[in-house]
């Protein structure tokens, strides 16, 4: 059992599209962070968040953080081809446990 | 600057076989992690460790030790390999255990046959 769900599991766009993508538990986590993933490669941090309700925005990519620190959600304006790739979230409790991911393809 | 660096990158064994896996890390990172990544299960923390000298274990650690005898490096054994542990292996650091984030390196491939 994940202790983080994140939906969808995949999500397949056109490019200017808008999509959300969750994270979702049922602890409080003292932070979260989210990571983007490319084949072959590690995962890159995006941003972390600490407070709950804390909204961030990287270009075109916003991160908010429930007011509860249960769940999270990454909403990105205009997607482009780029930002195709595998998008993790990961939450502090004990240790850093991560979410099983959402595979994103955007497509010219 | 380096990073995270892992080596090797691909590796196939055969069953019963021990090998190795080496991390360094260049940024003076007090904590480092080592994470195991299948398909559809995200990734599973194995053993971490919070500075040199120390280790404890993560979620999945049967199997696997690990020793941090140089703050820079970690490095992960399998002393008798199986088949459950082909998986792709990640090795990340970072300055506290959460925030404000790890630096992951670009992985292990393992395959055990």
């Known amino acids: 059992t994940q202790l983080l769900e994140q939906s969808p599991q995949f999500l397949s766009i056109q490019e200017g599209e808008n999509l959300t993508v969750y994270c979702n538990s049922s602890?409080?986590?003292?932070?979260l962070q989210w990571y983007r993933q490319e084949p072959g490669e590690g995962p890159v941090l995006l941003v972390t968040v600490v407070t709950g309700g804390e909204v961030k925005k990287l270009k075109r990519l916003t991160f908010q953080f429930g007011d509860a620190r249960k769940d999270s959600s990454l909403h990105i304006t205009a997607a482009q081809p780029g930002d195709t790739g595998l998008y993790l979230c990961?939450?502090?409790?004990?240790?850093?446990?991560f979410g099983a991911g959402t595979r994103l393809t955007v497509k010219p | 600057n380096a990073g995270v660096t892992q080596t090797p990158k691909f590796r196939v064994l055969k069953t019963g076989q021990s090998m190795t896996l080496l991390c360094a890390q260049d940024m003076n990172h007090e904590y480092m992690y080592w994470y195991r990544q299948d398909p559809g299960m995200g990734l599973r923390l194995i053993h971490y460790?919070?500075?040199?000298?120390?280790?404890a274990k993560g979620e999945v650690p049967d199997g696997y030790n690990v020793s941090r005898l140089k703050k820079q490096n970690f490095l992960l054994g399998l002393e008798s390999a199986a088949p459950s542990q082909t998986s792709v292996y990640f090795c990340?650091?970072?300055?506290?255990?959460?925030?404000?984030?790890?630096?992951f390196g670009s992985g292990t491939r393992l395959t055990v046959v």
């Open positions: 460790s919070v500075g040199e000298g120390t280790t």
């Open positions: 602890s409080v986590f003292s932070s």
């Open positions: 990340a650091s970072g300055r506290g255990q959460g925030a404000p984030g790890y630096t």
């Open positions: 990961a939450g502090f409790f004990n240790d850093m446990r």
